[in-house]
């Protein structure tokens, strides 16, 4: 059974400046283009300031957060204020739906894929973080909170599945060094980013860290000290980290 803890982040008084910071990032985009196929009208849930949403198809928009909606930019496709877990659209009404680092924020995930499966006639594709896999990142040593309460929130990646299609496929997503989109894991290799208090704004699980300033601290010493070069400077130059990322694509 999905867990059902998410709905837990006010974006309204936290989602600031996600429209700089969670960036599309072309790679990653360019693996959820090859999962929509051939799908010319899509609906995008939980859709945000608009990242990875694609420019070449009908795209409609669901994001209940008004902050969010205000930043997503003037050429951005429309965006209606409503919910995953009650999507008010006939069945099968576009060709895919699409919902991207948003399942966890849902306070019924169960439902709101199950509402996703409903809309869509094709794909549904998912982009999220694997919770089981999470502490591959080298912040579990100064932030193992933030990791535990990480892997509470997310949805297990075989419930996704399940929830989304009879025919399922689970993709590795490999994070490129100079990833655009600024989630925790983007930063594998350039660790003085996660020292400025505007790129933790845009990461949801700094907010259920008791003290994030003492692992902040923590990091600063050991990025100074060179520490933290010492156990994890080969990943400066590691082109990609095989993290947590996922992309869960369901049909029916």
Known sequence: MILTPGGDVDYESTGHGYA???????RIAALIQDE?????????????AGSYEPGDRYVLAVE?????????????????RAYAEDLPFDDDSFDAALATVTVHQWSDPARGLAELR???RG?????????DALDRFWLAEYAPQLIAEERRRYPRIGDIAAAIGDRSEVVDVPIPIDCADGFAEAFYARPEE???????A???????????EAAVTRLRADLTSGAWD???GHLRTQHSFAGSLRLVVGRP
């Open 123 to 131: 794909a549904v594709v998912v982009l999220t973080f694997d919770g």
């Open 20 to 26: 700089v910071q969670r960036r599309t990032d072309p």
């Open 194 to 200: 996660l020292l400025d208090p505007r790129v933790r």
């Open 118 to 120: 409903r809309v869509a």
């Open 230 to 232: 010492a156990r994890h």
């Open 202 to 212: 845009a990461q949801s699980a700094w907010n259920f860290v008791d003290d994030p």
């Open 36 to 48: 929509l196929g051939d799908a010319r009208t899509v609906l995008n849930v939980g859709a945000g």
């Open 64 to 80: 209940p957060s008004a902050r969010m909606r205000a930043q997503r930019p003037a050429t951005a496709a429309p965006a209606l």
